[in-house]
């Protein structure tokens, strides 16, 4: 029996916004991977196609690496299949990215992954804001709302 009696520490305000970050950061890339004029997406892995709320934010760098988390290059749009029951599919993930931003930059990206990245609550409250309103400017140009991201029809009539 211990002597100290250990309450559990409430999550710090930092993990409640990187929660938060990543929630509003996983929104604003499957609205950015909207195929123009549709509610569909391309895979970036398998290049198939499917309506935009069967997408998740898949990260090419495992998420757990601080330093690429929240790089608008490391996150597309991913079908469920790839990101879920194919671990990713990498491969497929990075000639997706190769075809969009060339070898030089993938590599670059690749690197940047050993890199050490804290943020700061200042940060994150930042970035937050920042894509919120990129989230809202994207659904106003489109004429979509929010919900688009949880629907499962496909084609806009
Ligand atoms: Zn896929």
């Known amino acids: 029996m211990g002597f100290y009696c250990k309450k559990k520490a409430p999550a710090s305000k930092g993990a409640e916004l990187k ?4 929630r509003v950061f996983s929104q ?3 609205l950015r991977d909207m195929l123009p004029g549709t509610t569909l997406f391309r895979c970036i892995s398998c290049n198939k196609v499917y309506p935009i709320g069967e997408a998740d934010c898949g990260h090419y760098i495992n998420r ?3 330093s690429t988390r929240f790089s608008e ?3 597309h749009a991913q079908c469920r299949q790839c990101n879920r029951f194919d671990e990713g599919n990498m491969s497929g993930y990075r000639l997706g990215l190769v075809r969009m931003y060339g070898e030089t930059r993938v590599a670059y990206l690749e ?3 050993y890199e050490t990245r ?3 609550d200042y940060e994150y409250e930042e970035l937050i804001r920042h894509y919120k309103k990129e ?5 106003e ?3 979509e709302k929010i919900t688009v991201l949880s629907k499962k029809i496909g084609v806009k009539i």
Do not use: P, S, T
């Open 73 to 75: 290059v490391n996150c």
């Open 111 to 113: 690197a940047q992954k």
């Open 19 to 22: 929660k938060k970050l990543d």
């Open 64 to 66: 757990k690496h601080m």
């Open 118 to 120: 804290k943020y700061g």
């Open 135 to 139: 989230i809202a400017r994207m659904l």
């Open 141 to 143: 140009e489109r004429g």
């Open 28 to 30: 604003y890339i499957r």
